[in-house]
């Protein structure tokens, strides 16, 4: 149901770089870029996430309460990506574990501020 979501930036050089890295782990590489977004999808025909330099020219804000979960396939997944994603210079919002019954999820603020996690149900 999701084809995409979009995540700003004010330097997409850099949040190119962070989520080549990131979003490798999860077999993800670039599916489409211009001068002002670059997108990455598993697949062709699968979801993908943008990082982009808003369309209204005006500096790039956090949503405040919005987020992005990334689906993986085992606990030790999201622990491997968790990690990477501080290693890469994100922010902690929550390190990897369980969240009630059958959910394990660690959750990050990219180098723009824009929060993700990325979870396991199961």
């Known amino acids: 149901m999701i084809g995409y979501v979009t995540l700003g930036t004010n330097d997409l050089a850099r949040a ?20 002002r977004f670059v997108a990455w999808a598993a697949g062709p025909g699968q979801p993908m996430v943008m990082a982009m330099k808003p369309f209204d020219g005006k500096a790039a804000t956090v949503g405040n309460g919005t987020m992005v979960a990334l689906a993986v396939d085992s606990k030790a997944k999201v622990d491997a ?4 994603a501080m290693e ?10 369980p969240r009630g019954t059958g959910f394990y999820a660690g959750y990050f603020r990219d180098l723009d501020g824009n929060k993700l996690n990325v979870f396991f149900m199961g």
Request: aromatic content about 8%; cysteine-free.
């Open 81 to 84: 990506i968790y990690k990477r």
């Open 88 to 97: 890469l210079g994100a922010k902690d919002e929550g390190p990897a574990g």
């Open 16 to 35: 190119a770089k962070f989520y080549d890295a990131l979003l490798g782990e999860l077999g993800a590489k670039r599916a489409m870029e211009t001068e």
